[in-house]
């Protein structure tokens, strides 16, 4: 089979397993949110936690408990990792630092998973399954938990209540995330993925060399790190390492599993909404933009554009040559498309075009398909702003799903908007300007080196995680400040949906007529996906002009 075919075939195999687990999938997370009972697990939880389970809240109420529920996250993750020299199953390592204990407690917390260290070298088995583990859990299902609340903002009418927080939270993790989670990490066993308690090993390599080779708990936190859209591996390779990913087939799966919940995600609003072609709409627009971001890259690497690529004939360089550019590619576009990080090779060695596209992938806002919530709630923010452009052209009252978008939603859309583009450019501006922290971060001072902040940046205030490798994050200040990047832009916007959907959910149902903007039919998802790409080219395209752009021109 030529490369091409190859590359065409495993695309739509991964389509076809994708569209095969849209319904059910998408269905059963709807009845998990809408079901009245609790599961005696759960009922046990919630006594523990003092948890009135029955119990509606307001939107205040909803975002202090995920603020606080998140901030004790932090700490205790920090103080995991400031112990760990003290703890069982240390292997023998030092406690984190602080800054790097306080940069990596909020990027696992913030769904982040940035990695400044090597995780083989910096983190004992202890803190890599009770502290990064559990958090790979539990801040997926906060996203999950958000991007349900903004669906509950459009189906209710004249309250103030979203639901239950920590019901939301416990639901997600306990009936949606541990169940596919345990049977990801049995396939990855099979699949040859490492599952144990080993300290490291001395071997002698081919070359008679020594090298010391770390076992540990792999295959149960590579699940939910691709499952969750997490990001954070195990080893400093990531998913290029064969601990962690062994073969081509295993490397599918870990696809399938960053795509799986957020691709069915859209099902489960439109069960909820009860209008299943709402939630057509909104695949359709993710499908059409990560298709676009698939081919894009994939045509760029197999490409291989660039003096060195042609000369060597392929673009292999960073890449792992058990998967090459079209599988390496295909992760590449899932992983900088949702909020994930996990990598198969390294994004840094890509040709400019296609490392740029990664990088637009995460400055879209991460809605093709998303992160676990995240993509989901993000993009219906994105459709509410494509309503009320409607409405400004046809000058009627935009309306989305029976609700009116007057001044104070589209306050919040617009803040909501704002919010990461601020935070990407400041903090990258920052940087650039500066050349102590150019000097101590950068190994290019050209566009590349421009590339490889904005990378940094868009990934940490986008909540992804991955990163162009020549980047050094490890200082003090690229630890804080990234650190602070990852906090707001996590929780900024998730203030703002949920503020969003309280004032959706006080309104009465507002009158369809002829003049109201259908929103499941093709002229809908149009312009969803030019408003997806214009909001994000006229912000970041000065940026990647001065990047990725002039490096591709060289």
């Known amino acids: ?68 529920f998140s901030f004790v996250s932090v700490l205790m993750l920090y103080a995991l990792m400031r112990l760990q020299a003290h703890l069982p199953l240390a292997l023998g ?33 202890l803190v890599q399954m009770t502290g990064l583990a559990v958090q790979n859990f539990v801040s997926a299902a906060v996203g999950i938990a958000v991007a349900i609340a903004l669906v509950r903002g459009f189906t209710r009418h004249r309250t103030d209540r979203l639901g239950n927080f920590w019901v939301d939270l416990v639901r997600g993790t306990v009936r949606i995330l541990l169940p596919i989670a345990f049977v990801a990490a049995v396939l990855l066993v099979i699949g040859g993925a490492v599952q144990n308690f080993a300290g490291p090993q001395e071997i002698t390599t081919l070359d008679g060399a020594a090298q010391s080779i770390v076992g540990g708990p792999i295959a149960s936190q590579e699940a939910i790190k691709d499952l969750g859209t997490n990001g954070g591996g195990f080893f400093n390779a990531n998913s290029s390492h064969p601990f962690e990913n062994p073969n081509a087939w295993t490397n599918l799966l870990e696809i399938f599993l960053l795509l799986v919940i957020p691709f069915s995600l859209p099902r489960t609003f439109g069960r909820m909404v009860g209008d299943r072609r709402q939630g057509l709409a909104i695949v359709a627009v993710m499908a059409s933009i990560w298709t676009a971001a698939v081919g894009v890259i994939t045509w760029a690497e ?48 890509f040709t400019a075009l ?38 400004l052209m046809v000058g009627r009252t935009p309306q989305y799903l029976g609700k009116k978008i007057g001044r104070r939603e589209i306050t919040f859309v617009a803040l909501y908007v704002l919010t990461m583009p ?12 500066t050349p102590a922290l150019v000097e101590a971060s950068v190994q290019d001072p050209g566009a590349h080196g421009l590339s490889e902040i904005l990378y940094a940046y868009a990934s940490a205030t986008n909540n992804n995680g991955s990163a162009f490798a020549g980047f050094g994050a490890g200082t003090p200040y690229q630890n804080t400040a990234l650190g602070l990047g990852m906090l707001f832009g996590r929780f900024v916007p998730i203030i703002l949906v949920l ?12 009158t369809v007529g002829v003049g109201t903007l259908p929103t499941h039919g093709p002229v809908f998802v149009g312009l969803l996906v030019f408003v997806v790409l214009v909001v994000a080219g006229l912000t970041f395209f000065p940026a990647l002009a001065l990047a990725p752009i002039a490096e591709a021109l060289l």
Request: glycine fraction near 14%; proline fraction near 4%; charge should be neutral.
């Open 499 to 510: 503020a969003l959907a309280g004032s959706l959910a006080r309104q009465q149902p507002a």
């Open 302 to 349: 197999m490409r291989g554009f660039g003096t060195v690529p042609q000369a060597a004939g392929a673009a292999m360089e960073g890449k792992e040559v058990r998967f090459g550019e079209a599988a390496s590619a295909l992760f590449a576009a899932s992983t900088t498309g949702t909020s994930t990080g996990s990598v198969n090779s390294f994004h840094d060695s």
């Open 354 to 391: 296609g490392g740029g596209v990664t990088l637009l992938n995460m400055m879209l806002g991460e809605v093709a398909p998303g992160g676990v919530g995240a993509g989901l709630y993000g993009m219906l923010v994105l459709a509410v702003l494509t309503v009320f452009l409607a409405g």
């Open 422 to 433: 601020t935070l990407l450019l400041v903090g990258a501006a920052i940087t650039a300007g």
């Open 93 to 125: 390592l030092p406690a984190v630092g602080p800054d790097g204990a306080w940069n990596t407690a909020v990027s696992f917390v913030t769904n982040t998973n940035w990695q400044w260290y090597s995780g083989e070298s910096t983190m004992g088995h």
């Open 1 to 68: 089979m030529s490369p091409v075919l190859a590359a065409v075939f495993q695309v739509a195999l991964l389509v076809a397993v994708l569209a095969a687990v849209h319904v059910p999938l998408g269905d059963y997370m709807a009845k998990v949110f809408t079901d009245t009972r609790h599961l005696r697990a759960e009922r046990v939880i919630y006594r523990l936690g003092g948890v009135g389970a029955d119990a509606d809240q307001r939107w205040p109420v909803y975002a202090r408990s995920v603020l606080a």
